[in-house]
């Protein structure tokens, strides 16, 4: 079981480009996730989708965009790329969303430089 | 909103006990989570809390007082794989995660 996979796992991007971050899960959640990891702010929510179909805005939504066409994949998009949004990003699944413990699972980062 | 407030640094010995806390004000309150990160790692779940009290998993326990905002994560019987980042987060009443910047624990020999 892989559980969550992302993909690239890192990036140079110039700024203005457009750039999608993949996010893959195998776990059958509804819940998916898209946070931003930067230093001394720790992890900030952009957008989040509590099932297929659906999607909404989270902390620092601003330049993102996502969609969820089924339960697996939730891309990230940024359309035109600036330096602020260099950071390290994190998409992560849980079970589902407001409905007692459940637990939130973290891919494995892709870390995005953009120049 | 939510601020979340957690020490940056702390170091510790191995073999000892180490105390993070966290406080916490927040628009609404449906649980806190605490998180362990290895750098240039995933944050990987370690505890939950949602009721007042001490939840013990083997070395690591989590306290929580609704009343006052606070919680504390107790790392015992340091090792040195316990070298990570450690971070609260609190889920709001639209069960969204908010998260603090973290704590990072340096254990040494």
């Known amino acids: 079981i892989a559980g969550i996979t992302q993909a690239p796992t890192s990036q140079i991007l110039a700024a203005g480009r457009r750039m999608t971050l993949r996010c893959t899960q195998d776990?059958?959640?509804?819940?998916m996730y898209w946070y931003r990891q930067d230093l001394g702010l720790g992890l900030r929510l952009i957008h989040y989708?509590?099932?297929?179909?659906?999607?909404g805005k989270g902390e620092v939504p601003d330049g993102y965009s996502v969609s969820r066409a089924n339960t697996d994949d939730f891309p990230l998009t940024l359309a035109s790329a600036v330096p602020s949004q260099t950071s390290v990003y994190f998409c992560?699944?849980?079970?589902?969303?407001?409905?007692?413990?459940?637990?939130?699972?973290f891919g494995p980062g892709t870390r995005l430089l953009v120049l | 909103g939510q601020n979340i407030d957690q020490p940056t640094e702390m170091t510790a010995t191995e073999g000892a006990i180490v105390q993070i806390n966290c406080t916490y004000q927040t628009s609404g309150f449906n649980g806190l989570f605490w998180y362990q990160q290895h750098a240039g790692e995933a944050p990987t779940f370690l505890s939950y809390n949602v009721l007042d009290g001490l939840e013990e998993k083997g070395r690591f326990s989590s306290f929580l007082s609704r009343s006052k905002g606070y919680s504390y994560l107790l790392l015992k019987e340091l090792q040195m794989k316990d070298s990570a980042s450690y971070l609260c987060a609190v889920r709001d009443s639209d069960y969204k995660l908010s998260f603090g910047a973290g704590t990072t624990v340096t254990v040494r020999a």
């Open positions: 776990m059958r959640h509804n819940a």
């Open positions: 989708s509590n099932t297929a179909g659906t999607t």
């Open positions: 992560a699944s849980s079970e589902a969303l407001g409905q007692g413990r459940e637990t939130q699972y």
